[in-house]
């Protein structure tokens, strides 16, 4: 099977590129973004070396979906998906935080809780609590957004003091950020699904703000079986979820946190393949769609020439 790790397209009127983590971002007219879901899979702020095939289709018409689905509640800069790979959409100045919101304690949550800490992003958190527990109401624990490296989480009162977002702009940032959680549980629920979690990322163009990037993937988002939750919880077994935090945990289990001086394993053919399994299947399970691979020969030219056919009614 094909993945793509890189493009390194020339698109009329390009004026700028940016290399994210998994998207190829290009700049056309400085008014418009061509974004690129490559098949490039990171953990742990690290981006790992093998591309996991059709997990950028995954990705991207996930997040299509759901941008449609929510756009009542806020605007998003998507224009047009010309390709299962590609979003193209207005250029907004996004927003230095990440807004994480969490109605279960999983995760980096309860890594944070496990070792001890009671107050995460300064949301004071009860003592008792176990690993997936759902919790009384959902929590917002936002994270900074680090041009390299790692996201670290922050404060409210933090991203007020240092003036990285106007108290205007953020208490508008956290209705919407409860609103589009709210949604996203009740479609998840209609697939038979919980969200645990999941990050939002915000922009502003000509006083509005989008919604940007991608929302309710298995990146940005993890998600549990809600058939036999209660069942794993009383028994103190681990959820079954549709997320990336397996790949963590096979990173965990071979000694990589992405700390220094640590080695990515091995990705053997059999891993990688295991991972775009799971990606089709959370696919399939939370839009309820059948997955359909685009299998073409020239997956490059393929793209090139969609977004081109769509960049010419732009421009």
Known sequence: MKAIKETKFIFPKQTNFYKGKVRDVYTIDNRFMAMVVTDRISAFDVVLPEAIPFKGQVLNQIAAKFLAA????????????PDEMVTVGRICEPFKVEMVIRGYLAGHAWREYSAGKRSICGVAMPDGLNENDKLP?????????AAVGHDEDISREAILAKG?????????????TRALYQRGTEMAADRGLILVDTKYEFGKADHT???IDEIHTPDSSRYFYAEGYQERQASHEAQKQLSKEFVRKWLIDNNFQGKEGQVVPEMT???????SERYIELYEQITGDKFIKNEAEHILNRIEHNVK??????I
């Open 70 to 81: 929510t756009k009542d509640i806020v605007p998003n800069w998507v224009i047009e998906v």
């Open 137 to 145: 109401e959902p929590i917002l624990t936002p994270t900074t957004k």
């Open 164 to 176: 990285i977002v106007s108290l205007f702009d953020y208490e508008q940032l956290e209705e919407y």
């Open 209 to 211: 703000i989008y919604l």
């Open 269 to 275: 053919t059999q891993l990688i393949d295991s991972i």
């Open 309 to 314: 056919d769509c960049l010419n009614k732009l």
